[in-house]
Structures are given as C-alpha cells and as structure tokens.
C-alpha cells in the first residue's frame, strides 16, 4: 500500500472548520486505502514564538481533535513532530540543497514576513517549507492531502525529491503528489468570501472555530456576508456567488448532501433560511465532536499514551529512510 503524510500546526486552541474540511475530512477518507502518518507538526508552531505552556496544550487540542474527527490510531499513525527526531536530522540535509531565492519565493513567507519585518522574522519561518519537505520525504510518502494554500509548499517538496534522485540517484526519494480536492481546498473567511477562512483573514470573526462554544458558530453564520445580488438565487457558482458557494460547500460537508441538491432546496426562500439551517447543520456536527475531543482530554495521560505508541511506529519507518539518505548524502557510518 502506498503511504501518505499529512500533518497540522498546533498554533491555536482549536482547529477551525477551513482545516476540518480541506484536510482533515480527507485524512479521514484516505486512511482505510493507505498507509497513513497524521502527525501534529509542533516543531513548525515553534515559528511563531508560543508560550510553552500553551504549545503542550495545544498539541494534546490538536491530536485530541484527530482522533475526534475519525482518525483511527490503529489505522493510521498518529504523533508529534517532536517524537521523532529524524524531521529535524532531515530538515537539515534538505536545508543545504534549497536555494536561498528558491525559498525567499514562496509566497507564505514573503506574506508572513512583510507583516512581521526583518528582525520580527526568523530563520525558523524561512526554512519552515524545509521542514515540512522534511516530513513528508522522511517516510517516502506518495500522496500528501492539503488544503490549496499548501500547493507551493508541496511543489518545492517535489522539487527537492527530484533534485536529490538527480544528485544521488535514483531511489534517493519519493516524489510526493499533493492531494488537494478542487471543491474543499479553501473554505472561505465567512466576512470576507475572498479570502480563506483563517484566524487573520478578518481578526477571526469570519472563523468557525472546531472547540468553541457552538453558540458563536451559529452567531459567525447567521452574519455571513453574502452576496450583493438580491435576486436570492442559490446555487452554486463560485464566481458569480462566492458566499453562497462557500455556505454551501460548508453545508455539505458537516452533513454529506450533495451541493447542487441543498442548492435546489434553498433557490428563491432567502438567503435566511439557508443560513439557519446551515446553523443548526454545524451545531449538530459541533455537539457531538466536541465531545469526542473532550474525552480525550479528560485522559491526557492515555492520549499522551497514544501519542507515545504513534512515535513509536514512526520512528521504525523513519530511521531507515534517513540512514539510506546519510549514506547517499556521503555521510560516515557510525558503525
Ligand atoms: P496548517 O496547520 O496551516 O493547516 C492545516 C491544514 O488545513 C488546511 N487549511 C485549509 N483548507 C481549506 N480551507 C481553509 N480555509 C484552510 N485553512 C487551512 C491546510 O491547507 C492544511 O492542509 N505547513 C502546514 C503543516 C505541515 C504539513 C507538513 C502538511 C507541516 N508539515 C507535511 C502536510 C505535510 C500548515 O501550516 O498547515
């Protein structure tokens, strides 16, 4: 079977509904056809400076909503970052045959940068892509499920794998694909339908977030900017109706109905009535998910359990692939 990887940052208390639908549904989708890895890149949160105490909790938050949104660990490999020391032992072998242009280029960066100026910006966030080539080459992952904004990063993934079969021949690495599903790729801010849903899209008012009271998902919805066209029609049409499309797109997810027949449903009722029933679509998928995670959290020593079990397997993947790229790379045996 052929292997995947995927992983998320655990940078806030909760994931939102944009890394709900974009990846982690599709982890879930994937792991029964392959190999999986589901890993909570903790050492890639460390870019953005987080006080430890809240880094420790928001890992358990993270891997605590894996497994509440269906991520099985006996299917799947489920770990931190931080557990296998071989992302970081890679990250720097990768690091030494990226180019500085190629990584000033990626657009995350340049982004992210801008707003936090030259001292504000650390080499960590430069080389933050290395990183995570780093975990997906690190288990010769085949098939990497994203959301559309990981594109680039994906590519420079591919980029390097095909650089170092170039250099140390063939077999050096797996050239990953990325797995990014057109209709989910980007759930869009619920305030501003233009730019995806993310915590600094419009300081978080546009946010569903996974573990917040679901009172403030329902307020979040029912004040969803629209559309200007008054005609009420609803239908799918990205373009033309990006707010629509995009409760749409949410509507379906949270309860699996196709798009074009909640569509039908709404067409010519109001964009009210659409949104009230998307409110109460979310908070029955809210409900009982936060109380899967709250579980889990209730237990941090057996989801710290777990977490220990699934380092364990990543490592016995992990450490081969690494030696085979040591020994390419030229590096002595330690014995
Ligand atoms: P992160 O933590 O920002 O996001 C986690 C996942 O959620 C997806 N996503 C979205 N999908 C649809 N609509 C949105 N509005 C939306 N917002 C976020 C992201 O595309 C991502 O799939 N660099 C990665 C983490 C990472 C990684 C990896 C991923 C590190 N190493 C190796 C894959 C493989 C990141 O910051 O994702």
Known sequence: RQRIFSGMQPTD?????GNYIGALSQWIALQDSYDA??????????????????LRERTRRTAAQYLAGGIDP????????????????LAWLLSCQTGFGEASRMTQFKD???KQGSDGTTVGLFTYPVLMAADILLYDAALVPVGEDQRQHLELTRDLAQRLNTRFGDGTAVV???HIVKAVAKIQDLQDPGAKMSKSSTGGKGVVWLLEDPKKAVKAIKSAVTDADESYGVRFDPVAKPGISNLLTIFSAVTGRDVDEIATEYDGRGYGYLKV????????????FQARANTYL?????????LADGADRAREIAQPVLERLYERFGLLPAR
């Open 13 to 17: 208390g909760s994931l939102h509904l």
């Open 37 to 54: 890895l589901y890993c909570v890149v903790d050492l890639h949160a460390l870019t953005v400076n987080p006080d430890p105490a809240l």
């Open 74 to 89: 006996e299917r799947s490999v489920l770990f931190v970052q931080s557990h296998v020391a071989a992302h970081a032992e």
């Open 112 to 114: 992210k940068s801008a």
């Open 176 to 178: 990953p694909e990325a």
């Open 277 to 288: 029933d998307l409110a109460d679509a979310v908070v029955a998928f809210l409900e009982p």
């Open 298 to 306: 209730a237990d941090p020593a057996q989801l710290d359990k777990v």
